[in-house]
């Protein structure tokens, strides 16, 4: 395959990815390169919804719910860039065609999700919101995407990226671009158990550490209470939050709502609390828990939940009726690769990163619900402002040397399942020093055997997630040290 050029070069086909696209002008010659179809995403199986305030006085107050979610680590400034400008994101979504669910006077319905004080999730096909915008997006689309193409690193020189090397079809290969923005996600396959698209493997952020790249926050990763972990998906179904808000209860085999003995929200807890709290009930009382759904009509439910209904009939359970086992998973990164808020890298001129591959600080310690893919919406915008406004079409071309890394060594996947193990038992959703020490220490031990560069940056990012959260002494949000858990 010939080395190719072109203005800006677009890692991964996700919301913050797609939308980044959709903003840029039709005179850039744009490239969207994706590890895999471009469905195979987070934003595709994202379910519940998009944040939004209702209306003007309704922003403050998702400023202040999303400052309490994050546990006072947000950056206020991104925060209310988020929040300010979300509305207009929507809307435009909508003027483009974009079909939110509405009730029947065609007014948009909005739900609620744990820690909103007020319903503005607005959602489409019911519990689909991920799918339905995604293929919004992709229909809308006019520039190319380059499947099965994996960036296994930046072109990076002398502070400046000038593309990444990528592998294609057996092939690997350079594509040059004046800008090149990071959009790949974030780390769901370093856990055991994830909710995560497959193709969500942290590749990037481990080439952002070979580079001297500062990741930040990255002991902040959050986990979701309602999955179902069952069966021998690597994904495991999410069971989303709107459930809870609409009326499911979390009860143990007995029937019995554990969840306020730790908090006094019970299940519409922050989903760090709920997630603990199921954890440790779990592993004190050795009994199942379920997601009990008696509280809606199969009719609703179907209506309401078709995703959830379907798959879950599909693998033998009769929902709303039977109750669903469940366990907490891994599911979001609110730590990411630092940039400002128009998600610039300040250590590399020309490279963006947006969406859950980023860290601006939103998120502070904890995501609040469903603000994460209006957050995809929001910095792409502004990514792609900054693009228009700085990029040099002319800028000189550098050529890299085409080098054929070993991406993956014999031992790769034995090692990798045991990294996931590792990850999920000692740096998940409750973490003691000790544990968190042993698993440094075999980390360590990993990167030093003859392993290929897939895995090698897996292990990076790991080491870092386990050293953040070393350095955090104390509980804060998301990261949850044992000794501390209060119950
Ligand atoms: C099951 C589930 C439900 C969720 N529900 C909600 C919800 O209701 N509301 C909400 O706000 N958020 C939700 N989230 C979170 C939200 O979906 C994600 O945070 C968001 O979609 C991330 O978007 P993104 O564009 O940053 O990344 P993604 O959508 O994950 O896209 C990443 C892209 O990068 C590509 N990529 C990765 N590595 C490479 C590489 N090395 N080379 C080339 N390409 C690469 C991937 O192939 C993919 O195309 C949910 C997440 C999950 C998993």
């Excluded at 209306?55 to 860039?81: F, P, R, S």
């Excluded at 929507?90 to 509405?102: P, T, V, W």
């Excluded at 992709?138 to 020189?157: A, H």
């Excluded at 020309?350 to 619900?369: K, M």
């Amino acid at each position: 395959m010939k080395t190719s050029q072109y203005d800006v070069l677009i890692i991964g086909t996700g919301i913050a990815g797609l939308h980044t696209a959709l903003n840029l002008p039709s005179s850039l010659r744009v490239l969207i390169v994706s590890k895999d179809y471009a469905w195979e995403c987070n934003t595709f199986y994202a379910q519940g919804g998009i944040a939004v305030a209702v209306n003007h006085d309704d922003i403050a107050l998702h400023i202040k719910d999303t400052l309490e979610a994050g546990a006072g680590h947000c950056n206020q400034e991104a925060v209310e860039v988020l929040c300010t400008e979300g509305p207009e994101v929507i809307q435009q979504l909508i003027k483009r065609g974009c079909m939110f669910d509405k009730d029947e006077l065609g007014c948009i319905l909005y739900t609620k999700e744990a820690a909103h004080s007020t319903n503005r999730i607005v959602h489409a096909g019911g519990d689909a919101t991920g799918r339905v915008v995604h293929l919004f997006m992709m229909e809308q689309l006019r520039v190319p995407i380059l499947y099965n193409t994996q960036v296994t690193d930046l072109l990076i020189e002398n502070g400046r990226c000038y593309g990444a090397r990528v592998f294609h079809a057996d092939n690997v290969f350079n594509i040059y671009a004046n800008k090149t923005v990071i959009a790949s996600g974030g780390v769901g396959s370093l856990y055991e158990y994830h909710t995560n698209a497959r193709t969500i493997s942290a590749d990037i952020q481990g080439i952002c550490l070979n580079h001297s790249i500062a990741l930040a926050d990255m002991e902040m990763m959050q986990f979701h209470p309602t999955a179902f972990v069952l069966g021998n998906a690597v994904r495991k179904q999410l069971l989303s939050e709107s459930l809870r808000g609409e009326g499911a209860k979390i009860v143990d085999e007995d029937g019995l709502r554990f969840v306020f003995d730790y908090d006094e929200r019970g299940e519409l807890a922050p989903r760090d609390i709920v997630s603990r709290a199921i954890f440790d009930y779990k592993d004190k009382t050795h009994k199942e828990v379920y997601l009990d759904l008696s509280a809606f009509s199969e009719d609703h439910f179907k209506q309401r939940f078709p995703s959830i209904y379907f798959n879950m009939q599909n693998i033998g359970y009769n929902i709303p009726q039977q109750r669903i086992p469940i366990s907490p998973a891994f599911h979001y990164a609110m730590g990411g690769i630092h940039t400002d808020l128009f998600g610039k890298i300040s250590q590399v001129e020309d490279l963006y990163a947006v969406g859950e591959a980023a860290h601006t600080g939103l998120h502070g310690a904890n995501r609040l619900a469903s603000n994460s893919l209006l957050e995809g919406l929001v910095f792409s915008k502004r990514v792609a402002t900054d693009i228009i406004k700085t990029i040099d079409i002319k800028r000189e071309i550098k050529e890299f040397p085409e080098v054929e890394d070993v991406l993956i060594n014999e031992n790769d996947k034995e090692l990798k399942n045991e990294l996931r193990n590792i990850m999920w038992c000692y740096a998940g959703i409750l973490r003691e020093e000790k544990n968190l020490n042993k698993a440094m220490n075999r980390v360590k031990e990993m990167l030093e055997l003859p392993i290929g560069k897939l895995l090698k940056l897996r292990l990076l990012v790991s080491k870092e997630i386990i050293q953040s959260a070393l350095n955090r002494k104390k509980s804060l949000g998301a990261h949850c040290m044992k000794e501390e858990i209060s119950l």
